[in-house]
């Protein structure tokens, strides 16, 4: 029985992909890059949404601070008294929190204060309460870090404790006592727990006082409610919500995304012009070529089949190749450079794996990006030569 | 078989330059015929040779073929008349100079999907018969002017049509490599095949195994 697929055409079109070996390697050298372009800041804007939407999960429901002159002051931890009896409020934490510059590194740490016997406002505190034993702040004072604290800490030789520089200028040594393993990486690789007692000595933070408070809330629906009762009580608070940092972690994050969603629909079309432009301008040895194909008894048709072939092949190639190497450089290597440009803030924090997203949606979309494109780009000249008579185009 | 009527061919080289390259051409072919269209570069030899294999559109007249009206045939059909009928031997061969020769003669078949052993038999049977199997595998640019001229005539035949058409067929050759070409052709014109020749060579004069010769001069039939 006769197979359907014409094996002959597609070993010509493989032929004459590898006649034209410098046309050949340039169109997929450039396609690959393309490929590998658009589909790793893909990659890596899935990985970061996952991360976002994750860490959002884990955020306080409210949080309440204390602005004066519209800046941020500390909060009385008196408050929490008023808070908790307001009707809905299930619960309310004063917390001290703050970023340490670790100036030898070159990065920022959020150090987070709790207490043992206090219900914690995340599951990642509640388990370091239940497994770290962090009271005892005078004679064994110790901390819990992220793994990105941690690997910091190890490259500046803290292996077993770390020297706080205070506001006085003296020291405050910390023991590290474990390492922190959260849901997301984005929440715990930058974090310190420890006690309240050493965060208030770090930041010099008097006991009166909290850098914020925390709200939990039974209904959520009943949050704005809550908010409003909140507000009227300390007119002098900003109280900002879940869904309000949800909204600007998204909108610094879909800027960037934005941003570079516009050079690559630039670059992505000067590409097609560069291809449009390389294959509309058929050599004379392709449109001769074209000519003795018609001459021969090859109709339009077969030649446009031919020319789908050889396009195919080429683009599909660089297509797998480009995926393959953006697999790679994303989740094998880390994506440097792009990663940093993405999150921002890579002088500050530190670095954290992006988790594997499979997304099925962005092959395809990268796919029908270029492929398609580039087949079309091809055949459209060859067509118009190959509709012109063949004594023409072979004289 | 083949006729020619009241054949007209213009070429437009641009607005104020249109060549007159045939003027009222008559001509008919007979089945099994050869016929040599004799006349200097530029007389309309390969044109008329181009309207037969529908390569080409008259201008103004018509081309009929085993009473079909060819030059009315639209692209496609007119691809595929050529591909069942026709074998055109280029002067300048119009090989695929960096495919192997194996693969410039099955070209015409490429398009037909056929099996491996079809392929296989109509190749053996060309290569056997104008000498070229053992450069089957060898690379067209590098043989020799006759090796590759046998190359297009193997190609030209490998569908075995019923006309064989030669365009200064001996133009790139010496004179030994053109006397083996009309070799061929006699053994051509031994297989009932119809041919039509365009040629200046006095090699192709007073043949004994040619049927006509028909002089072309500035696109007219000289009689």
Known sequence: ?395 | MIELKNIIKRYELNKNDIVTALDDINLKIKEGELVVLKGASGSGKSTILSLIAALSKPTSGEVVVDEKKISKLPDNFASVYRRDNIGFIFQKYNLIPTLSVKENIILPLVPLNPDANEVQEKLDKVTKMFNISHKEDSIVRNLSGGEQQRVAIARANVNNPKIVIADEPTANLDEKLSLNFIEILRELKALNKTIVIATHDPLFFDLDFVDREIQVHNGKIIL
């Not at chain 1, 169109?27 to 590998?36: D, M, Q, S």
């Not at chain 1, 074209?290 to 089949?305: E, T």
Request: proline content about 3%.
């Open chain 1, 1 to 395: 029985m006769k197979s359907k697929i014409n094996i002959y055409l597609i070993e010509y079109a493989i032929n004459a992909i590898l006649r034209q070996k410098s046309k050949s390697f340039f169109i997929v050298f450039v396609f690959t890059l393309l490929i590998f372009l658009l589909t790793s800041v893909f990659f890596i804007t899935n990985s970061i949404r996952y991360e976002l939407d994750s860490t959002v999960d884990t955020l306080p429901q409210i949080i309440v601070q204390k602005i004066k002159a519209g800046r941020h002051y500390d909060i009385d931890v008196d408050a929490v008294d008023n808070i908790i009896e307001i009707a809905g409020v299930s619960d309310a934490v004063a917390r001290v929190w703050g970023y340490y510059y670790f100036e030898n590194a070159g990065v920022n740490f959020s150090v987070v204060g709790i207490e043992q016997y206090e219900k914690q406002y995340k599951n990642s505190f509640e388990k370091i309460a239940d497994k770290f034993d962090l009271s005892d702040t005078e004679s064994n004072p110790s901390m819990v870090v992220g793994h990105g604290v941690k690997k910091t800490m190890h490259q500046s030789y803290y292996k077993e404790y770390f020297n706080f520089i205070k506001p006085d200028g003296t020291l405050k040594k910390v023991n590290i006592a474990g390492v922190f393993d959260a849901d997301t990486q984005l929440e715990s690789n930058d974090i310190i727990v420890t006690s309240k007692e050493i965060a208030r000595e770090i930041f010099d933070i008097d006991e009166a006082k909290a850098t914020d408070i925390v709200v939990k809330v039974a209904n959520p629906k009943e949050i704005p409610m809550i908010v409003s009762k909140i507000k009227s009580i300390y007119p002098d608070s900003r109280i900002i919500t879940s869904q309000d940092l949800k909204v600007s972690y998204q909108n610094i994050f879909d800027y960037k995304s934005g941003i570079f969603l516009a050079l690559f629909i630039v670059s992505l079309f000067t590409f097609f012009i560069i291809i449009y432009d390389k294959s509309s301008g058929l050599s004379s040895e392709e449109k001769r070529e074209i000519g003795i194909l018609k001459a021969i008894g090859w109709r339009v048709d077969d030649v446009l089949k031919e020319k789908f072939y050889e396009s195919f092949i080429i683009s599909f190639f660089a297509y797998i190749l480009g995926v393959g190497l953006s697999f790679a450089y994303v989740y094998i290597f880390g994506a440097p450079i792009l990663q940093n440009i993405f999150v921002g803030y890579s002088q500050l924090k530190t670095s954290f794996e992006l988790p594997f997203i499979f997304d099925a949606q962005t092959l395809f979309l990268v796919f029908f990006l270029s492929v398609p494109i580039y087949v079309a780009a091809t055949i459209i000249p060859s067509w118009k030569v190959a509709t012109l008579e063949a004594d023409e185009v072979i004289r």
